[in-house]
């Protein structure tokens, strides 16, 4: 069944300054600017209103429905990471090689998984921080998508293949994450 119309608001706070030219918005706050253009949402308009983003379609169906929502979340993630932050925790298991993690230049360099001679690099994106401290990696930013690809990027590079899970447990995993405050 279809829905008529659909009109979702999100509540901008101060301290915030949002900008929406066309489908391309830009939100600024304490901790930095992110820019996104919406361009893929067709038939979602997105305005400004007083102190609100008005997200508008009419006749939609199911999936354009869930677009809406999805615009939705995606500007509520922007508005909180550009005022608190996103944080991800992961932690580094070596239980039969001693696994080093650095973070050298742009990049993240494991060495020694398993007892392999090859480096696993895996790049870091701008705006994204990445520290080691001893066998704890933390990835933070103010722009969720990134963070998030970044750790899970780490994660999946310190996957082992061909040996039994239950004996070799090695590897770099997400823990915990959190928005900042």
Do not use: C, W
Not at 101 to 113: A, M
Not at 165 to 181: P, T
């Amino acid at each position: 069944m279809q829905a008529i119309v659909v009109k979702e608001e999100v509540e901008i706070p101060s301290g915030v300054e949002v900008k929406v030219e066309g489908k391309k918005v830009t939100v600024k706050g304490k901790k930095g600017q992110l820019e996104r253009d919406f361009s893929f949402a067709k038939g979602v308009e997105i305005s400004l209103l007083d102190n609100k983003i008005i997200l508008t379609s009419t006749f939609l169906k199911r999936k354009d429905k869930a677009l809406v929502y999805s615009v939705r979340r995606h500007l509520m993630n922007m508005i909180d990471g550009a005022t608190k932050g996103y944080r991800y925790y992961l932690k580094i298991i070596s239980t039969h090689f001693p696994m080093n993690v650095k973070v050298v230049g742009d990049e993240v360099q494991i060495t020694n998984l398993i007892g392999e001679k090859n480096i696993r690099r895996i790049k870091i994106y701008p705006g994204v921080k990445v520290t080691v401290k001893g066998e704890d990696i933390t990835v933070e930013g103010i722009d969720l998508e990134k963070v998030s690809q970044v750790a899970a990027n780490i994660e999946t590079k310190s996957k082992i293949r061909g040996f039994d899970k239950r004996v070799f447990s090695d590897g770099v995993f997400i823990y915990n994450k959190e928005v900042l405050s």
